[in-house]
């Protein structure tokens, strides 16, 4: 069973408001990957890193997401200013690096 | 770039039945294909991976996969599904060159009947 842990499980924000969620990986795992799912189960991913450098992103997330994973803290991904569309559920993925992705329960944005 | 495609959205079985879900997939190279389990609300579970050896793969729970080259296919089977086999299930590949480049298929929702 996985170990990565989210919080929160639910957040609510209006329009414009930040949103913040953090995911400590599991322990000995340097790699991090958020993914965005959306009502119609489809992923979308969004950043990963490894240890505490970006490896890839996309560019929704460079322009209105900022995303960390500094040592010895938990990882993070906040959205700067919610857009409607930013619901979904924010998943957490931890790996070794060998293709198995271990995942956190999600954190599900709602932005009214 | 790999794909992979997942060509049934709903499948409906009932207990004690056996069932496929089906998984192709695209790419020119070597390739690690996995299947993940995603229960209402929650994350995804890990539940099995192939990359080389031994085309079928055994899974947790009973489940095992297939991989087929000539197909470009990795099916998921079970033998006698449970209720607690209601779920959504993933395929996913990744390029053996860069493993943390995960593409996922957009599921295929299981729903099993008493």
């Known amino acids: 069973n996985s170990k990565v842990i989210q919080t929160p499980r639910y957040l609510v924000k209006g329009q414009g408001q930040k949103a913040k969620m953090r995911c400590i990986p599991e322990?000995?795992?340097?790699?991090v990957f958020w993914y965005q799912q959306n009502k119609n189960n489809e992923f979308k991913f969004l950043i990963n890193f490894q240890n505490q450098e970006v490896l890839q992103q996309i560019d929704m997330t460079e322009k209105r997401f900022s995303a960390e994973c500094p040592s010895n803290s938990p990882c993070s991904l906040e959205i700067q200013s919610s857009e409607a569309g930013d619901s979904a559920l924010y998943l957490c993925?931890?790996?070794?690096?060998?293709?198995?992705?271990?995942f956190g329960p999600g954190t599900r944005l709602t932005v009214l | 770039t790999q794909t992979v495609s997942q060509s049934d959205a709903h499948v409906t079985v009932f207990e004690g039945d056996s069932v496929e879900l089906r998984c192709n997939y695209s790419y020119g190279g070597s390739i690690y294909l996995s299947w993940y389990i995603q229960h209402h609300g929650r994350g995804l579970q890990f539940l099995l991976k192939y990359y080389s050896g031994n085309p079928v793969v055994q899974g947790v729970n009973g489940f095992k996969a297939e991989f087929s080259k000539s197909d470009s296919s990795f099916h998921l089977r079970k033998a006698s599904v449970h209720w607690s086999d209601s779920a959504v299930y993933f395929c996913?590949?990744?390029?053996?060159?860069?493993?943390?480049?995960?593409?996922f298929g957009t599921g295929t929702r299981l729903q099993v009947l008493p």
């Open positions: 993925a931890s790996s070794l690096g060998y293709a198995e992705q271990f």
């Open positions: 996913a590949v990744s390029a053996a060159s860069n493993t943390n480049k995960v593409v």
């Open positions: 322990k000995g795992h340097p790699v």
